[in-house]
């Protein structure tokens, strides 16, 4: 490769900017070993707790939402909760990762009860073992709440500064708080985080609450399980767009003030490809995450993502990743903005005014309308 791919985040030096998001893809040392082996430039392990016997996962825990033409997956929904692995053997594992794979930047998410010493005994236990960084999970929608983890403390921005703050009292590496999309303001328990509990970054998006479909044969919502179902967390290509404007609209409030220009960005929501990883770096991720994908499709993704940032590189003569994070954020401006621009000047095919929709032709003319 010409290109350097790399980019130091909070201190952190990133071999490229794809990272595992955590979930299956990285929920022991099996999968996050092969993740680092393939190429990946850091990994979000599965969320960690200190009291692994309280979690119990059903099956089926995923459900899929297809393209009605070709049958690709766009939409992804899961039920499943956090790691139901003994934190002993995540402090092993950590090590082990650690030991093997020095240069992989490994992430440790932890969710706790609101309990200010759960938290820090489980900071302490895994920044001793090695750990780059942590994720602090506030943002998964599923189970976990009804202990008001998670979401459930996510949604709480006051809650979200003052646990962010516990974390950053001991710990001596980055702190990433991670939101939940499940809110009306991200910007609200993020500024929290980065204000009162002094974290370092934030990640969003975590998944988007859901019901995937129902099964017209039984009746019955899905993934069904013995006859009944619960609402899931959505992920995928489908949550993109939402993501992008969660990520653009946060970057733009870190931006507009100097104060925050060390605070970092890791975006995700539906990464696959490396075009999509390249627009959440445009509208200001430092690093991009991706969950969804490689359950999809493996862990090889990451040369498709690697070979497709260095084009792009190569194309816009761009020699840093850093020096096109948040390009595109000079770009996204006001509708009046956009009215002043267009100043009332229509292409023939453009309409102008609601009237002249037609009633014969609209799905033509919605395709006149859209930019692609
Ligand atoms: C099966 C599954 C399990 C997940 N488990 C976790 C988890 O334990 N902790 C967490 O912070 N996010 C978890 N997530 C959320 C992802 O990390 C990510 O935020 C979300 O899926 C959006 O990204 P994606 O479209 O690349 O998957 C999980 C997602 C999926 C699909």
Redesign the pocket.
């Known amino acids: 490769m010409s290109k350097d791919l790399s980019i130091v985040v909070n201190g952190l030096k990133f071999e490229n900017p794809f990272v595992i998001?955590?979930?299956?893809p990285g929920t022991n040392k099996a999968t996050i070993l092969k993740a680092f082996k393939e190429g990946w430039g850091g990994v979000v392990a599965?969320?960690c707790s200190l009291d692994a016997s309280q979690v119990h996962n059903v099956a089926p825990r995923?459900g899929k939402l297809y393209s009605r033409e070709n049958k690709e997956v766009i939409g992804?929904q899961?039920i499943?909760l956090?790691?139901d692995r003994p934190i002993e053997d995540w402090i092993k594992d950590f090590k082990e990762i650690k030991a093997e794979c020095p240069k992989g930047i490994l992430i440790a998410?932890i969710m706790e009860e609101y309990d200010k010493k759960r938290w820090q005994d489980l900071v302490i236990m895994c920044q001793d073992a090695g750990v780059d960084a942590f994720?602090l999970?506030f943002?998964?929608p599923h189970g976990m709440p009804e202990r008001k983890m998670g979401g459930a403390m996510g949604q709480n921005p006051e809650m979200v500064g003052e646990v962010t703050g516990w974390v950053t009292e001991v710990s001596k590496i980055p702190v990433w708080s991670?939101m939940t999309p499940n809110i009306t303001d991200i910007n609200v328990p993020a500024f929290q985080s980065i204000d009162n509990g002094k974290g370092h970054g934030i990640s969003l998006?975590?998944?988007i609450l859901s019901v995937i479909g129902v099964d017209l044969e039984t009746l019955r919502p899905m993934p069904t399980v013995k006859g009944y179902s619960t609402p899931g967390?959505y992920?995928?290509q489908a949550?993109r767009p939402i993501a992008l404007h969660h990520t653009m609209k946060l970057a733009k409030a870190f931006r507009d003030n100097p104060k925050y220009k060390d605070i970092s960005i890791s975006g995700?929501?539906?990464?696959e490809k490396a075009s999509d990883a390249i627009e959440f770096i445009l509208l200001g991720s430092h690093t991009v995450?991706?969950?969804?994908?490689p359950?999809l499709q493996g862990y090889k993704m990451v040369h498709e993502l690697k070979a497709g940032l260095e084009a792009f590189m190569e194309k816009h003569n761009f020699n840093k990743v850093e020096d096109f994070v948040g390009h595109s954020l000079q770009y996204l401006t006001t509708h009046s903005h956009l009215n002043e621009l267009k100043q009332g000047k229509f292409e023939s095919k453009e309409l102008s005014k609601d009237i002249e929709w037609s009633g014969d032709n609209i799905d033509k003319q919605t395709k006149d309308m859209a930019s692609n």
């Open positions: 998001g955590s979930g299956p599965k969320t995923y992804f899961n499943e956090i790691s998410s994720e999970n943002s998964c991670k998006i975590n998944t967390g992920s995928a949550v995700m929501g539906g990464i995450q991706s969950c969804t994908g359950m």
